[in-house]
C-alpha cells in the first residue's frame, strides 16, 4: 500500500490497512512510504505548483509501475481529472470534515486581533477567512502538522487553520480552540475522507471495494463531480460538502475571490446525484463563479497542440490537453483498417492459456470480433495487457486482465509474462499487422507456444497530407502516441518541421523512432500513458524544482 511518509499520511494508510486486514485476515496489507513532489519542495506555494495532485502522482506512479497494488490518498489532494487505467476504488468512512482554529493565545476566528497573522497554504481557507475578517492577514505556510504548530508556538503566525480529521487522527483535536462551521468555512471537496486506488479491474481494486463506505463515497464523489463540473483545480477557492440523507444528497457549496470580497453560494437537495451537481454548478455559474476559479488550465494556455492519433482513440488525449487549458488540434495521421480473420481462430481459443493485448485498438478489434462470432473468451483463458490503458478498455470490454506488467513496453510485457508461465503455455497475441516481433520472440524463448494473430492494421488517412499541411504551421507542438503515428507523420510532411515545434512523445520506443526518423524530440512521458504524457507537458511548461 503506497502511502506519503508523514506521520498523518501513515496513520491514514494504517487506517486503511486494519480496515482491510479487518476484512480480509488472510492477507497482508504492508505500508510503502514515498517521498512526492510535494513533500520534496516543502517551501513551494501550492498555488505556484505547475499541476494537481504533488502529493498524489509517486503513489499513482507506484501502482501504474508494480511497487504497489493500492495507494492511500488524503481525497482533498486528488488531481480534479481521474488518471486513466487508475480507479478510485473505495473511500473509508469520513471523519470531521470541518476546518478547526488553533491560535497562539486561546481564541477564536471572531476574537483575533485586527492584523492578526493566519497561517494557511490553502486559498480556499484564506479567502473564506478574508470574507468574514478582511482586517486579518493570511500568511502562506507550509509543512506536516507538527511544522504548522512548532511555527505557531515560534510566532511566525498568530493562528492556524487546520482540517478537524488531521488533528483527529493525530490524536490533538484537543489543541483547537474552535470548529469553525460550514456557515463560516466550507471544507475542500472530499476533506475528512480517504481513498484507496488500484488499477482498474484488478484483484487489490476489487479487495478495496469490500471497505468502501457507500455514504461517504456518494458525497465526496458529488464533492468531486461538482469541482470538475466547473473546470476548477484543487487550488481553487472553492468549498463544497455533501450529506446523503435516506435517498437524498444535499449538496452546498461556496466560490469565492482570492480576498474574498466577492462570495458566491448555491445549495441543492434531490435523490439523482447528477442532478444536484448540476443544480449547484448552474446557480454558482449563473451568480458568476467561472470568473473566479483558479483554473488548473492555466499551465497551457495559449498553446495549440497536435494530436496525431487515430480518430477512435484521440478522444481521451484531447480532452486531457484541453483540461489544462491547451487548444487542440485534431490531425489524425493513421486510421484503423480491420484485418479479416479467420472464424475458426476465434472458435479454437479455448486451447489457449492466454491472449495478450498490446494496444486499445487491439482491444476493441478482438471485442468487436467476438461479437461477429457470437462468442465470448473462454472461462480458463487469461488475459495480459501492456499497460493501464489497455487494461481499462480490456476490463470495459469484459475482458479482465490478469496481467499488467510494471513498465508499458513489450520487453516488459513479455518479461513479466514469462514469469508467469511454464514451458508450454500456449499464447495467442491479438497485434496489429506490422507491429515489433520482440514480444513473440521472447516468449518462444522461454518454451512458449506462441501464434500471432493480426487483427487490424495502422494506415495513414486519404487526406492525411493536404490535412498536416493546414494545420501544422498553426501549433505550437505536436504529439505522438506511437512508433506508426510518427512514421506516417513524416512521410505526410511537405517539408522539414518547423524549429518552433515542439515534440511530445508518450514513451522511449517513440521517441526512438521519432529521432530516427530525423526529428527533434523535446519530451517524453515518464508514464507511458495519456495522463502521463500530458503530465510531461506540463512539467516542461512550468517544470517542479529538482
Known amino acids: 500500500m503506497a502511502t506519503r511518509g508523514s506521520t ?253 470580497a466577492t462570495v458566491i453560494r448555491a445549495r441543492a437537495r434531490g435523490p439523482r446525484d447528477a442532478d444536484v451537481v448540476e443544480a449547484v454548478a448552474a446557480s454558482l455559474e449563473s451568480q458568476g463563479a467561472a470568473g473566479l476559479l483558479m483554473r488548473p488550465d492555466a499551465w497551457l494556455a495559449g498553446l495549440r497542440i497536435m494530436v496525431t492519433r487515430a480518430d477512435r482513440q484521440a478522444g481521451a488525449l484531447m480532452e486531457a490537453l484541453e483540461a489544462q487549458g491547451a487548444t487542440t488540434v485534431r490531425c489524425p495521421v493513421i486510421t484503423i483498417e480491420p484485418i479479416a480473420v479467420d472464424p475458426a481462430a476465434l472458435r479454437d481459443l479455448g486451447r489457449y492459456d492466454w491472449v495478450v493485448l498490446t494496444s486499445a485498438n487491439g482491444v476493441d478489434r478482438l471485442r468487436d470480433l467476438l461479437r461477429e462470432a457470437h462468442r465470448d473468451l473462454p472461462a480458463n483463458l487469461k488475459v495480459a495487457a501492456i499497460g493501464p490503458e489497455t487494461a481499462a478498455r480490456a476490463q470495459e470490454a469484459g475482458m479482465t486482465p490478469a496481467l499488467v506488467p510494471q513498465r508499458f513496453i513489450a520487453e516488459e510485457l513479455a518479461d513479466a509474462l514469462s514469469a508467469a508461465i511454464t514451458p508450454g503455455t500456449r499464447i495467442l497475441l491479438a497485434r496489429a499487422a506490422g507491429a515489433r516481433d520482440v514480444l513473440p520472440q521472447r516468449l518462444r524463448t522461454r518454451g512458449a507456444q506462441v501464434d500471432v494473430m493480426e487483427t487490424y492494421r495502422a494506415v495513414p488517412p486519404a487526406d492525411v497530407r493536404p490535412r498536416l499541411a493546414a494545420c501544422l504551421p498553426e501549433v505550437d507542438m505536436v504529439t505522438f502516441t506511437s512508433s506508426s503515428t510518427v512514421r506516417y507523420f513524416v512521410d505526410a510532411l511537405a517539408g522539414p518541421m518547423p524549429d518552433r515545434v515542439r515534440v511530445a512523445c508518450i514513451g522511449p520506443i517513440t521517441a526512438q523512432t521519432a529521432r530516427e526518423l530525423g526529428l527533434r524530440v523535446d519530451i517524453i512521458a515518464q508514464e507511458y500513458t495519456t495522463r502521463g504524457l500530458v503530465d510531461a507537458i506540463v512539467r516542461s511548461r512550468t517544470p517542479i524544482p529538482a
Open 8 to 260: 498523518l499520511a501513515i496513520i491514514q494508510a494504517q487506517l486503511a490497512a486494519d480496515a482491510l486486514a479487518q476484512r480480509y485476515p488472510e492477507h497482508e496489507f504492508t505500508l510503502t512510504p514515498l517521498t512526492t513532489d510535494g513533500d520534496r519542495h516543502p517551501s513551494m506555494r501550492l498555488s505556484d505548483s505547475p499541476r494537481e495532485g504533488v502529493f498524489v502522482k509517486e503513489l499513482e506512479r507506484a501502482l501504474l509501475d508494480g511497487r504497489a497494488e493500492l495507494a492511500v490518498h488524503s481525497a482533498k489532494d486528488l488531481p480534479t481529472l481521474p488518471t486513466p487505467g487508475l480507479t478510485l476504488a473505495a473511500f473509508l468512512t469520513r471523519e470531521d470534515a470541518r476546518d478547526v482554529l488553533i491560535a497562539r493565545r486561546p481564541s477564536t476566528l471572531a476574537q483575533l486581533p485586527p492584523g492578526a497573522r493566519i497561517g494557511t497554504g490553502s486559498p480556499r481557507r484564506a479567502a473564506q477567512i478574508a470574507a468574514v475578517r478582511p482586517d486579518l492577514d493570511a500568511v502562506e505556510i507550509r509543512g506536516n502538522v507538527d511544522t504548522r504548530l512548532r511555527r505557531l508556538r515560534e510566532g511566525a503566525v498568530d493562528a492556524l487553520v487546520l482540517a478537524a480529521a488531521g488533528l483527529a487522527r493525530l490524536g490533538r483535536l484537543a489543541e483547537a480552540h474552535e470548529v469553525l462551521p460550514f456557515e463560516v468555512m466550507l471544507p475542500a471537496p472530499g476533506q475528512g475522507a480517504l481513498a484507496i486506488q488500484a488499477i482498474e479491474g484488478s484483484e487489490a481494486a476489487r479487495l478495496a471495494a469490500a471497505v468502501d463506505d457507500a455514504s461517504t463515497s456518494r458525497a465526496v464523489r458529488a464533492e468531486r463531480g461538482l469541482l470538475r463540473r466547473l473546470g476548477g483545480g484543487c487550488l481553487s477557492a472553492l468549498g463544497a460538502y455533501a450529506v446523503v440523507e435516506g435517498d437524498d444528497i444535499t449538496l452546498q457549496a461556496v466560490v469565492l475571490d482570492e480576498d474574498g
